[in-house]
């Protein structure tokens, strides 16, 4: 069935260190691609998707690209901040769109 | 519209009681569906609506869970005889209907403490 493999957490990062968070997946066909985020205390957050493949999502310095060749979908940022630290969960719809398949979720805490 | 609300944000209940959860989706979304997350978690998916009609439901929701939408507005979801196990956090999303996935939008959650 389809799934998504995402990196283990916690990360730590210094301020204006570079981001990267691994998300692969399984899926038959052409699902679409997510990265949701959860401030502490907040609930999730659409934070930026692909539907198609070779398509780069991007928002608030974010950015992953959907990777059919190695159904990946990477997400990276140039340079974080402490604002940015959350829990960071890599998603799939399935072929229909009638389900979201979560990967555990990444951690990252940016400390100043 | 404000986004999608859950009610209540916490319950705490006794094991073998029965508890009911309600979800207010965005007013214009068709779909609407329910999660569980569990510490350390990513959202698990329970079931789904297109309007009142429920399409989907996980194979490992227990007989317990039953969920509603009866007029393809607000839906709600009940637990029958709850089990620790079910103690978790309860989510709601809705999106648009339509050929390709749109965005889920995700409610606060409902937190669940069965003693």
């Known amino acids: 069935g389809d799934s998504v493999t995402q990196m283990e957490g916690p990360v730590t990062l210094s301020e204006e260190a570079f981001l990267t968070i691994n998300c692969t997946y399984t899926a038959t066909g052409y699902p679409s691609l997510f990265w949701y985020v959860q401030y502490p205390g907040e609930g999730l957050q659409l934070l930026l998707k692909a539907t198609k493949a070779d398509d780069k999502g991007s928002n608030k310095g974010f950015e992953a690209t959907y990777r059919k060749e190695t159904t990946s979908f990477h997400l990276e940022k140039g340079s974080v901040q402490v604002s940015d630290s959350a829990v960071y969960f890599c998603?799939?719809?399935?072929?229909?769109?009638?389900?979201?398949?979560f990967g555990t979720g990444t951690s990252l805490t940016v400390i100043p | 519209d404000t986004g999608v609300s859950q009610d209540p944000r916490h319950k705490i209940t006794k094991r073998g009681q029965n508890v009911t959860f309600r979800c207010d989706p965005i007013?214009?979304?068709?779909?609407l569906y329910w999660y569980r997350q569990t510490l350390g978690q990513g959202p698990e998916f329970l079931t789904y609506?297109?309007?009142?009609?429920?399409?989907?439901k996980s194979r490992l929701l227990s007989d317990r869970f039953s969920a509603e939408r009866p007029k393809g507005s607000f839906s709600t979801l009940e637990i029958q005889r709850t089990e620790q196990g079910d103690s978790a956090m309860y989510l709601c999303?809705?999106?648009?209907?339509?050929?390709?996935?749109?965005?889920?939008?995700f409610g606060p959650g409902t937190r669940l403490l069965v003693l």
């Open positions: 007013s214009e979304h068709n779909r």
């Open positions: 998603a799939l719809s399935d072929l229909n769109g009638n389900q979201f398949y």
């Open positions: 999303a809705s999106s648009l209907g339509g050929p390709v996935q749109e965005t889920q939008y």
């Open positions: 609506f297109q309007n009142e009609a429920q399409l989907e």
